[in-house]
T-cell receptor, first 114, second 115 residues
Framework: DTAVSQTPKYLVTQMGNDKSIKCEQN?????MYWYKQDSKKFLKIMFS???????INETVPNRFSPKSPDKAHLNLHINSLELGDSAVYFC?????????????FGPGTRLLVL | AQKITQTQPGMFVQEKEAVTLDCTYD???????LFWYKQPSSGEMIFLIY??????QNATEGRYSLNFQKARKSANLVISASQLGDSAMYFC????????????FGSGTKLNVKP
């Protein structure tokens, strides 16, 4: 069983389109995250949700909207896609309570905006 | 403010030799954890090893060990007996008790193991 899964794995789309990436974790974790990894491999946190509540919202354009229907799912919707949105997007989850709890990452979604 | 610095963008090591990947961190928090992740060319992020700020012993996991020097605020990853499969990006990360829901990542080090 995959611990953190993301769909789709690859996404190629035109500028201006709207797209969604889905994430699910079956680890029973309380906290989920979205990261963006750019072409230089730098990982930047975008959002963090704890028990469906948004707790971290870094300076991300409001074209990006996360949605957490339940604590096992955190989806990312992107409106009006731009060339600069091309990146790998990682979903991750971790358990609340102990600082030594690591994050578990999904396989990533490779987004290419043409 | 929390910050992780990895000063080696790329490194080479000969197969079967040991290699140290540097990581320094900045935090005013007393309770925090340090993590290392591996990202092979296939793209997934793999957790390798953890060190807690109050741990007195350096963490070890198989061929991975962490050289933790708290006073210097460094948490270097040591890979012993390098293998070709160790070629990957390596990320150092930190999480503190007082900013619990945020992991801070370094910029990564690309390790190439030569046969």
């Amino acid at each position: 069983d995959t611990a953190v899964s993301q769909t789709p794995k690859y996404l190629v789309t035109q500028m201006g389109n709207d797209k969604s990436i889905k994430c699910e974790q079956n680890l029973g974790h309380d906290t989920m995250y979205w990261y963006k990894q750019d072409s230089k491999k730098f990982l930047k946190i975008m959002f963090s949700y704890n028990n469906k509540e948004l707790i971290i919202n870094e300076t991300v354009p409001n074209r990006f909207s996360p949605k957490s229907p339940d604590k096992a799912h955190l989806n990312l919707h992107i409106n009006s896609l731009e060339l600069g949105d091309s990146a790998v997007y990682f979903c991750a989850s971790s358990q609340e309570g102990l600082v030594q709890e690591t994050q578990y990452f999904g396989p990533g979604t490779r987004l290419l905006v043409l | 403010a929390q910050k992780i610095t990895q000063t080696q963008p790329g490194m080479f090591v000969q197969e079967k030799e040991a290699v140290t990947l540097d990581c320094t961190y900045d935090t005013s928090d007393q309770s925090y954890g340090l993590f290392w992740y591996k990202q092979p060319s296939s793209g997934e992020m793999i957790f390798l090893i953890y060190q807690g700020s109050y741990d007195e012993q350096n963490a070890t996991e198989g061929r991975y060990s962490l050289n933790f020097q708290k006073a210097r605020k460094s948490a270097n990853l040591v890979i012993s007996a390098s293998q070709l499969g160790d070629s990957a990006m390596y990320f150092c990360a930190m999480r503190s008790l007082y900013n619990f829901n945020k992991f801070y990542f370094g910029s990564g080090t690309k390790l190439n193991v030569k046969p």
